[in-house]
Nanobody, 123 residues
Framework: QVQLVESGGGLVQSGGSLRLSCTAS????????MGWFRQAPGKEREFVAA????????DYADSVKGRFTISRDNARGTVDLQVNSLKPEDTAVYYC????????????????WGQGTQVTVSS
């Protein structure tokens, strides 16, 4: 089983950038499809981005397309989310998730989750 730990969140002004990172341990990272999700206060958790095992296939929510970039380093066991041009509506707890068999946007299909990292965007 893989354990996931996110880092890199913080407080940033509108238009700013952050680089979120998720470090995996306890499993063979290259065997996992990975995703990033977020949950804003009072809202349901939602899909942000996903990446295939090799990193060759990526998917983004329409709300972040062109502003966020997902990447992975299988040698280091990390999956990153570069978040640019941040907006106040991007404020949320950001979670990384992994699954050995599923690539996609459905939250319930991911078996492994990190504890989340807070991103707050001030206007």
């Amino acid at each position: 089983q893989v354990q996931l730990v996110e880092s890199g969140g913080g407080l940033v002004q509108s238009g700013g950038s952050l680089r979120l990172s998720c470090t995996a341990s306890g499993g063979t990272f290259r065997n996992y499809f990975m995703g990033w999700f977020r949950q804003a206060p009072g809202k349901e958790r939602e899909f942000v981005a996903a990446i295939s095992r090799s990193g060759g296939t990526k998917d983004y929510a329409d709300s972040v397309k062109g502003r966020f970039t997902i990447s992975r380093d299988n040698a280091r066991g990390t999956v990153d989310l570069q978040v640019n041009s941040l907006k106040p509506e991007d404020t949320a707890v950001y979670y990384c998730a992994g699954d050995r068999n599923y690539y996609g946007r459905t939250i319930a299909q991911y078996d492994y989750w990190g504890q989340g990292t807070q991103v707050t965007v001030s206007s």
